[in-house]
Antibody, heavy 120, light 110 residues
Framework: EVQLVESGGGLVKPGGSLRLSCAAS????????MSWVRQAPGKGLEWVAN????????SYVDSVKGRFSISRDNAKNSLYLQMNSLRAEDTAVYYC?????????????WGQGTMVTVSA | QSALTQPRSVSGSPGQSVTISCTGT?????????VSWYQQHPGRAPRFIIY???KRPSGVPDRFSGSKSGNTASLIISGLQAEDEADYYC??????????FGTGTEVTVL
């Protein structure tokens, strides 16, 4: 079964840091661009960041530039999101998502999400 | 990187058709034929239902179709069914490997 499983979410104080991880099974992450997409409670989806197959090309939404860093370890079939200087507005469910090989920036496989809560 | 504009809600009776619009700019929707759509039921992860404006992934019913004109893309759900009641989001490539989602539309089956 193809599966993406996120971990690392939790409660953190404003200004703190968290590292999210995403482990894949049933598929090889190294073949695809990968993204993180988030959804604040009761709100819509927001694309956060992506990374190419080799890890040399990354992009970020403006609101997280300089604070978040996406990376991958293809040998471990895993994706990561290092989140620093966290703010209340970063509170959301974070989804690990595969970008469809057949077209850019379309997300065909989603994890179940991990909740990040930024609160004092 | 402003969110694409979708209507907050649309509704229809079983068997009817509903259309959800997704309006962006020439820098995203209007500039590329890389619009995708997602269905999300409460408490669940989104499901991929349309890509490249009007293509359906394997397993998605042909009741779902897409189109685009200028800076506005549309999702059409024909023959509305009870299980189609969900939130729907568009997404467009916006250049330089980035993308942007729509604001989301709640579909209600009356």
């Amino acid at each position: 079964e193809v599966q993406l499983v996120e971990s690392g979410g939790g409660l953190v104080k404003p200004g703190g840091s968290l590292r999210l991880s995403c482990a894949a099974s049933g598929l090889t992450l190294g073949h695809s661009w990968m993204s993180w997409v988030r959804q604040a409670p009761g709100k819509g989806l927001e694309w956060v960041a992506n990374i190419n197959q080799g890890g040399g090309e990354m992009s970020y939404v403006d609101s997280v530039k300089g604070r978040f860093s996406i990376s991958r370890d293809n040998a471990k079939n895993s994706l990561y999101l290092q989140m620093n200087s966290l703010r209340a507005e970063d509170t959301a469910v974070y989804y690990c998502v595969r970008e469809a090989p057949i077209t850019p920036h379309a997300f065909d496989i989603w994890g179940q999400g991990t909740m990040v809560t930024v609160s004092a | 990187q402003s969110a694409l504009t979708q209507p907050r809600s649309v509704s229809g009776s079983p068997g009817q058709s509903v259309t959800i619009s997704c309006t962006g700019t020439s820098s995203d929707v209007g500039g590329y034929n890389y619009v995708s759509w997602y269905q999300q039921h409460p408490g669940r992860a989104p499901r991929f239902i349309i890509y490249d404006v009007n293509k359906r992934p394997s397993g998605v019913p042909d009741r779902f179709s897409g189109s685009k004109s200028g800076n506005t893309a549309s999702l059409i759900i024909s023959g509305l069914q009870a299980e189609d009641e969900a939130d729907y989001y568009c997404c467009s490539y916006a250049g330089r490997y980035s993308g942007v989602f729509g604001t989301g539309t709640e579909v209600t089956v009356l």
